[in-house]
Every structure is written in C-alpha cells, then in structure tokens.
C-alpha cells in the first residue's frame, strides 16, 4: 500500500478495542542489492516525538474513519448473528413449543424485506410486533 506523507491512517489496535489515529511523517525508501523496498514513519498522538515504523504497528490499517467502522460493524453484526442463531437453535432443542421462535423468525424476514424493498431511502418506518414504531436512519444492509 502506497500512503503520502502528512495522510491519516485510522489503526485497529490488536491489543484493545480502539481506533487510533495516525500521520505519516515520513516515507523511508531503502535500495539494496535486493530490491527496493518502501517503509513509513507513523505519529501517534500529538507529540511529534511519538513516532513508530509502519511495519511494526500491531493492528490493521485503514485510509478512512469509515473504512474502519465499516469492518468493525460488520465483524461485531456476524458475532451479533452467530450468538443469535445459537440462542434460537437451543430455544428450538430445548422447548417444545416453538411458536415464540418462529413468531421471530418471521418478524425478523418482514423487517428485511422491508428494508431490502425500501433500501433506497434514507429513513425507514418498521412496525414492531408490540405495536412501536422504529425510525431507521442512515442504515446500510451487510449480507
């Protein structure tokens, strides 16, 4: 990946749950008998002091906020379903009446369709099965 100096990169620290902003202060281009190979210089914070190769963050790097919270969301929306359908498959194994489960499960096929059928606009109305009325702004479908 090719950065310039002065961008910001957005980290996703391996460590903690945390985004952390950094610039590129400067590019290192190194010429050997192997190769060339090009390696960047990261601030981190606002002491200029704190500074660490590119190569040695422990985390994943993003050109945009957004392409973070995007991975983010997405992973944390796959575990959010893994734990769900667990929960459903035990409710299934364990009880024998099941209608709550499928009452659900259907509620849950109206919401997406009608998010699918109205993706297009930017806020959506969704009929609860208590009666409420949810207001779903700005919202993204992930498959």
Known sequence: MTYHVGQILFVVLNKKTQVYPMMVVEEITKR???G???NYVLQGGSDPSTTILLNHVEGEVFESADEAKYV???????????IVDTARSQATAWYTSSSLVEENTSQEQEIKTL???TNEQEVVQ???????IANLKNFSLVS
């Open 126 to 132: 969704v009929k609860m099965s208590d009666g409420s």
């Open 72 to 82: 983010l969301t997405t992973r944390a929306t796959i575990q959010i379903e893994k």
């Open 32 to 34: 050997t008998i192997k």
């Open 115 to 117: 998010l699918t059928s």
């Open 36 to 38: 060339e190979e090009t």
